[in-house]
């Protein structure tokens, strides 16, 4: 499967954008780039996903590396809903029962 | 409303029985999943299901747990013999083709007494 890397944690002040990087260097032709959340006490909850070109959506903006090596999910205004854990995932279209695995993530904080 | 139910958000069952959680997909959706997040730990892939049968499996997901769609709608999640570390949040998923996203449900949270 393939592996992403992202920072522990990071902190945010409310009404500013975020910005979470996720490093993916042994993606595949075939992996989409996927982002989801969870919330304290929910499931997993679907942000964005993208192949190679950047990709907007109402909850947020996915910037994707030329050479798809690494991500970036922007949240343009924090807002304290938004403190969550934030996995970035490789979802692989044809092998591997097409599943996600999730790793550790990275938990967002935000500041009011 | 959301892509997906599961029943009962909440099971107590006491160690070695059997439990079903189920999972209802509110439109048509062809890959199915199942999850499980110990508490306090990531979550963990359990089984995929597509077409009738299962197409992944992890380590988890032993010959104590078996996964069916018996009437073409609800996805079941059977565990035959209950332990205590079966006690976690199952979430079932359900994706309409592999290059969408993947909708979860709320879970249900089992605990094995």
């Known amino acids: 499967d393939a592996k992403t890397t992202q920072p522990n944690s990071m902190e945010s002040n409310e009404e500013e954008p975020v910005h979470l990087p996720c490093n993916h260097s042994t993606i595949s032709g075939t992996d989409y780039i996927h982002w989801y959340r969870q919330l304290p006490s929910q499931g997993p909850e679907y942000v964005i996903h993208g192949l190679t070109s950047n990709v907007n959506n109402r909850m947020a903006s996915l910037a994707i590396a030329e050479d798809r090596k690494s991500s970036t999910l922007i949240l343009h205004r924090a807002t304290l809903r938004d403190a969550a854990v934030y996995y970035c995932?490789?979802?692989?279209?044809?092998?591997?029962?097409?599943?996600?695995?999730f790793g550790a993530g990275t938990i967002l904080r935000v500041k009011s | 409303e959301p892509e997906v139910t599961q029943t009962p958000s909440h099971q107590v069952t006491q160690m070695g029985q059997e439990v079903i959680l189920r999972c209802v997909p509110i439109s048509n959706h062809l890959y199915f999943y199942w999850y499980r997040q110990i508490l306090g730990q990531k979550v963990e892939f359990l089984v995929s299901f597509y077409n009738n049968e299962i197409s992944e499996k992890s380590e988890i997901f032993d010959d104590q747990f078996s996964v069916e769609r018996p009437d073409g709608s609800n996805f079941t999640l059977k565990i035959r013999s209950t332990k205590l570390e079966d006690s976690a949040m199952y979430f079932c998923?359900?994706?309409?083709?592999?290059?969408?996203?993947?909708?979860f449900g709320q879970g249900t949270r089992l605990t094995v007494v």
């Open positions: 995932i490789l979802r692989d279209v044809v092998r591997g029962g097409n599943k996600l695995v």
């Open positions: 998923a359900l994706s309409p083709s592999t290059y969408t996203e993947a909708f």
